[in-house]
């Protein structure tokens, strides 16, 4: 298989077979991320991705049951391709029981519900869409691309679809001063679309990025260990979903998993707890790895 740069993924397609479909991200303006700063964004033919999957065959045979399609917003790719790559993964491995791909807001609303239920007749699973957050002023700070109101449109057409949305939400991302307005907002987004799951952040600015040279310069100030476990405490707060919430990242000060709203109660106990710690026994609000 070939790959370009350095390759992301979600920590739950650990497993998962990684094939490039896309090099780098098409909007790669995003403030706080600097995930994709060494690639010009480009789709790679479909014969290409077609070798690289048969590549994979004859290396590990059977040994993948999921496979994850990056870079960033693989969904961008036509529809026609991405049905046939999807549809040849699956000819190719005829065990696989999840097929997956980044998509955020903006590039999921490039694709009609009639063209996302083509994905899914072809075998696509689900989407993991990073909408950071649901506050409108936070979106246009961080240059997400999308409004709130575009998030919730975007989530429903991808549920409607009956591909399963994973949606990502960025703790801390609007600083102190929208810490509240973030958590809610986030919130009632989320209560909007009810997605299959909402996967917790925190946020610790990478050097090289705009937010970054915020940060350092006192204009965007990160929230301590206790001010984003309140956060993460008023978003949990809030939810009314029927999804599962998981805080799988090493990022976070809580690790609160389960599904809502019956793990809502344990969520909130398990935060009052870690409220009652020193501060000094949780990493440093800038120090961390992604």
Same mark, same amino acid.
């Given at each position: 298989?070939?790959?370009?740069?350095?390759?992301?993924?979600?920590?739950?397609?650990?497993?998962?077979?990684? #094939?490039?479909?896309?090099?780098?991200c098409p909007h790669n303006k995003?403030?706080?991320?600097?995930?994709?700063?060494?690639?010009?964004?480009?789709?790679?033919?479909? &014969?290409?991705?077609?070798?690289? +999957?048969?590549?994979?065959?004859?290396?590990?045979?059977?040994?993948?049951?999921?496979?994850?399609?990056?870079?960033?917003?693989?969904?961008?790719?036509?529809?026609?391709?991405?049905? %046939? #790559?999807?549809?040849?993964?699956?000819?190719?491995?005829?065990?696989?029981?999840?097929?997956?791909?980044?998509?955020?807001?903006?590039?999921?609303?490039?694709?009609?519900?009639?063209?996302?239920? *083509?994905?899914?007749? &072809?075998?696509?699973?689900?989407?993991?869409?990073?909408?950071?957050?649901?506050?409108?002023?936070?979106? &246009? @700070? #961080?240059?997400?691309? &999308?409004?709130?109101?575009?998030?919730?449109?975007?989530?429903?057409?991808?549920?409607?679809?009956?591909? %399963?949305?994973?949606?990502?939400?960025?703790?801390?991302?609007? $600083? @102190?001063?929208?810490?509240?307005?973030?958590?809610?907002?986030?919130?009632?987004?989320?209560?909007?679309?009810?997605?299959?799951? #909402?996967?917790?952040?925190?946020? +610790?600015?990478?050097?090289?990025?705009?937010?970054?040279?915020?940060?350092?310069?006192? +204009?965007?100030?990160?929230?301590?260990?206790?001010?984003?476990?309140?956060?993460?405490?008023?978003?949990?707060?809030?939810?009314?979903?029927?999804?599962?919430?998981?805080?799988?990242?090493?990022?976070?000060?809580?690790?609160?998993?389960?599904?809502?709203?019956?793990?809502?109660?344990?969520?909130?106990?398990a935060i009052d707890y870690l409220?009652?710690?020193?501060?000094? *026994?949780?990493?440093?609000?800038?120090? $961390?790895?992604?």
């Amino acid at each position: 298989m070939r790959y370009e740069g350095v390759v992301y993924r979600p920590p739950s397609e650990a497993g998962s077979l990684l #094939i490039q479909a896309t090099i780098g991200c098409p909007h790669n303006k995003c403030t706080f991320c600097g995930m994709y700063k060494d690639k010009r964004f480009r789709i790679r033919p479909v &014969a290409e991705i077609k070798e690289d +999957i048969d590549e994979a065959q004859t290396v590990y045979g059977d040994a993948f049951d999921t496979i994850f399609f990056p870079d960033g917003n693989t969904i961008l790719m036509k529809t026609h391709e991405l049905v %046939e #790559i999807i549809s040849y993964a699956r000819e190719i491995f005829p065990g696989l029981k999840r097929v997956t791909m980044y998509g955020s807001t903006k590039f999921i609303l490039l694709k009609s519900e009639q063209e996302l239920q *083509q994905l899914r007749a &072809a075998g696509l699973n689900r989407l993991h869409s990073g909408m950071e957050s649901g506050d409108d002023v936070v979106l &246009a @700070r #961080i240059c997400k691309g &999308a409004t709130a109101q575009q998030t919730v449109e975007a989530g429903l057409r991808v549920k409607a679809a009956g591909i %399963e949305l994973s949606e990502y939400v960025l703790i801390g991302i609007g $600083g @102190r001063e929208r810490s509240t307005e973030h958590a809610k907002n986030s919130a009632r987004v989320l209560n909007q679309i009810d997605p299959d799951f #909402i996967r917790l952040r925190t946020l +610790i600015p990478m050097p090289g990025t705009p937010l970054y040279e915020d940060y350092r310069r006192g +204009i965007f100030q990160l929230l301590t260990p206790h001010e984003a476990l309140r956060e993460t405490r008023l978003l949990i707060e809030e939810l009314d979903v029927t999804g599962k919430l998981y805080s799988d990242h090493n990022s976070n000060y809580a690790y609160v998993n389960g599904r809502l709203p019956m793990a809502k109660s344990k969520m909130l106990q398990a935060i009052d707890y870690l409220l009652t710690l020193p501060e000094e *026994q949780f990493r440093p609000p800038a120090e $961390g790895s992604l």
